[in-house]
């Protein structure tokens, strides 16, 4: 009898948000097409995942891949998705924050037709939101973007929203139910604290987080979860690191607003004294904070209050980042996380600090896959569903090192690290495309995905 699937992953314990089990895994034409505890049913080749976990893949709500990149080169989306791979990542959703920016439709179809070829995972994309596009964002919906990126904060690469276009954008994508995920600084406190700073001669890496206070990004939450909450509108508030933030959207969610809430790894795994210790290469917005900070940030991680995890995967050349070696306020603000994030936020969360397995999936997947209405093709592993899926190994330790990252420009301030729990296999859409420490997929190999509305 010939194979009847392409593939068989077998004996492992598959988990989802809501379950996990230990079973078998069939798969065909892309697509997950049994899960049984039968283990003797055809397949052209078949995984031993026994001890292991079967997990549905990263959905990273957060990457800036940097293509179309309008200036020097730190990352291209065949690099970037080569490392997302190597990270368990099976879908990027990309930010609008290259040159020209992803604000009118022809900006959005010309970003796909570039990345496109260059895919080694699959990717869903954000449209900007800025003042007075709004006949844009309808056409940008209709060619499938999955929500729209909006700044309170000043940016090089983005005009932001004041109040009033803040909360037009809410009226308007809260009547066609689509997420607006915003960048929640206070403007004019950073503004203001950057130059006085500057004026003082406080320029070091320690400096930067008071440019960037706490109740900046404190203050800015509590402005659009009232404005989400009084328009009804999607709201999703992105790299959050600050506790009492948290606390606000969980009010205003008590209250019945439509808010959600991501963190990054930086801000779970980074503290003061890795910003003193590495300098430019900790910068990024908002700051990392101190351990304290952290502490609280994790308490409610523990207590479900933060949906998800993303990367906000942000390379830049070691040139660029020495820009800021006697300023710190001069170096552009970004970090790399793509690769590492989905094994160390395994490692603190459901190693060190008993998080289980389930809440994991549904903060490194099903959470964000349905935020951006990309569930049920993606988020989880059902009949039906893409075949998206990692092998993971929670017991393997591994050290962190530059060598083995796949990003354009090799650096992360977590080298040097021990991590408990490794990405053995990437498989999207069925095919292998990672596998022990080699990509096994050509860019366009991944695929776009519109938004499921």
Known sequence: M??????CIKKGTIVNADRKVKANVYIKNGRIDAITAEEDIPAARVINAEGRLVLPGFVDPHTHLNDPPGGDVSETFLT???SAAAGGVTTCIEMPLTTPVVSTAKAFIDKRAICGPKAVVDFAMFGACVPGNQDEIQKMLAHGA?????????SIEIPRLDDASMLKAMESLGREQVTLSIHCENADMITSLTEELQAQGRVKPGDYQDAHPLISELEA???VALMAYKTGARVHVVHCSCPEAVDVVSYYRSLGADLTVETCPHYLTLNEKDVERWGVYCICNPPIRDQSVQDELWKRVLEGKLDCIGTDHSAYLHTEKAEGKDNIFKTPAGITAMQLCYPLFFDEAVNKRG???EQFVSMSSTAAAKRYDIYPKKGLIDVGADADVVIFDPKAQWVVENKKLFYLEKWTPHVGRTVTGRVDETIVRGKSVYRDGEILAEGGYGCFVPALR
């Not at 010939?2 to 593939?7: F, S």
């Not at 729209?148 to 904060?153: H, V």
């Open 355 to 357: 998080m289980s397995v």
């Open 221 to 223: 939450v509590q402005r």
């Open 80 to 82: 970037g998705t080569r």
């Open 2 to 7: 010939g194979a009847v699937y392409d593939l």
């Open 146 to 154: 999955v929500a729209f990126k909006a700044f309170t904060p000043f």
